[in-house]
């Protein structure tokens, strides 16, 4: 028989409570404040505990505190009769299963009791758990990929990182080009030196000559000091140019001069000054076409041609996924200070079967979504809200006439669908109030 300790200094409350959770079949402990709780919890080890919000002495927040400190996984419902919204959020944020305000819904708080020891049962029975040892997940180790084709990358890395040849790294968007680049950097002779990392297409033509080059006092308006560029700052380190297949004609000429001269000078300058810098170039475009449309220079295209580093899209590594889960959620839990350790075999072949149009990237962003949206330690397929690949002729000649009210209806009915409409969570993925949300939901009903 399941175990549940309510935690109330209300009588009628707490043995209302007991009565119906008894007569539902569970062992019904009872404390009527935290001090005693805490007791009640040291001595039967409950399965799920209902506690106040508002006790005499230490609060419902700080009892809950206490608890996770000796059990992260027990499901805690958190119960008050004050509708505040900071003390929801700090109890989710502490780990709180669910909150429910007074007078209580009991059959909702039933059917939440089911699904929370539901949870703690798979939670001790599955089998694909993450480690909790972060120190795995240090750089050197944080190039994830059993593949042939990621093992190939590897003794790539291996060979150029100790030398300081021109690289040019291709791939689809999100597919972890700036990472390998990294990687590259502090695996090496260059690891001691700075890593400057430059997006080509954030900023004008202009600008970014100035970024890279630098300027000299007075080379344009607003020039009123020298500035040194990224290639001066890189020292004897790595510059990463993202995106180099967006460079203008007129900075592919001046880069080419720096690939092969190994000097360049500052715009409005006149000093010659020495580049020590390894230059690696990434891209998500396909440059040999590029060179052939006459977008991108030949001879520009030969100076990093000369040691390519291909990364495959995450649909022709499946099998690797696994092992990137495993990482990015260690990596997220750290972040947002959660303990999603355990994924079901299931969720995993879900994973394994999406096709991940965004990549690395996008398989990040979901599982954080995921661990943002989750009430324990168990990655829930509920919780993965996958982004649609596209939509049919028939679904976008119905859309394509949306107005923005249409489109905002339908996507936080979608939103609200997803989280089995805990307005909580819901606020949380659309980044609203629970206010606006309620009043979006009036303005949508008929």
């Avoid at 409570?17 to 709780?37: H, N, P």
């Avoid at 344009?220 to 560029?229: L, P, Y």
């Avoid at 249409?406 to 909580?424: G, Q, R, Y």
Wanted: proline share 3%; with cysteine.
């Amino acid at each position: 028989m399941e175990k549940l300790l309510i935690i109330d200094d209300d009588e009628s409350i707490k043995e209302s409570l007991r009565i119906t959770l008894s007569q539902a079949g569970y062992k019904v402990f009872v404390a009527e404040d935290a001090e005693s709780g805490l007791k009640q919890f040291d001595r039967f080890h409950p399965d799920l505990i209902i506690c106040d919000l508002k006790l005499p002495g230490m609060n419902g927040i700080e009892f809950l505190k206490k608890v996770k400190t000796s059990d992260r996984c027990l499901p805690i419902i958190m119960i008050t009769a004050y509708d505040d919204s900071h003390s929801t959020i700090e109890a989710i944020q502490q780990g709180a299963y669910d909150y429910f305000e007074k007078p209580l819904d009991i059959e909702r708080l039933k059917v939440t009791i089911r699904r929370a020891l539901e949870g703690r049962k798979i939670s001790e029975h599955l089998s694909v758990t993450i480690s909790k040892d972060l120190d795995e997940y240090k750089l050197e180790n944080s190039f994830i990929g059993k593949t042939p084709v990621m093992k190939e990358i590897l003794k790539k890395i291996g060979k150029v990182s100790t030398n300081r040849v021109s690289i040019l790294i291709q791939g689809e968007s999100g597919t972890g080009k700036e990472l390998i680049t990294k990687v590259i950097h502090y695996s090496g002779i260059t690891k001691t030196e700075p890593f400057i990392a430059v997006n080509c297409t954030a900023l004008s033509e202009s600008l970014l000559e100035s970024e890279l080059f630098g300027h000299a006092k007075g080379a344009f308006t607003g020039a009123v000091k020298e500035k040194k560029g990224k290639f001066e700052l890189a020292g004897e380190g790595t510059i990463f140019l993202d995106e180099i297949s967006e460079m203008s004609a007129n900075l592919q000429v001046k880069l080419l001069r720096v690939l092969q001269e190994k000097e360049f000078e500052r715009v409005g300058g006149e000093i010659t000054i020495p580049m020590g810098a390894r230059i690696i170039a990434a891209t998500n475009r396909n440059l040999q076409k590029y060179v052939d449309e006459g977008k991108f220079r030949e001879d520009l295209f030969y100076r990093f041609h000369v040691f390519k580093i291909e990364v495959p899209p995450l649909r022709e590594r499946r099998e690797d996924i696994p092992d990137l889960v495993i990482h990015l959620l260690g990596k997220i839990d750290k972040d947002l200070h959660k303990d999603v350790r355990k994924i079901p075999i299931e969720v995993m072949e879900m994973l394994q079967n999406h096709e991940w149009t965004g990549n690395i990237r996008e398989l990040e962003n979901t599982l954080l979504q995921a661990v943002v949206l989750s009430d324990g330690d168990i990655l829930k397929a509920e919780n993965l809200l996958f982004k649609k690949v596209g939509i049919n002729k028939k679904e976008f000649e119905q859309r394509e006439n949306w107005s923005l009210n249409e489109a905002t209806k339908s996507h936080i009915k979608f939103i609200l669908d997803k989280v089995n409409w805990n307005k909580t969570k819901a606020c949380r993925i659309l980044k609203i109030s629970k206010p606006t949300l309620n009043k979006k939901i009036e303005e949508f009903e008929p």
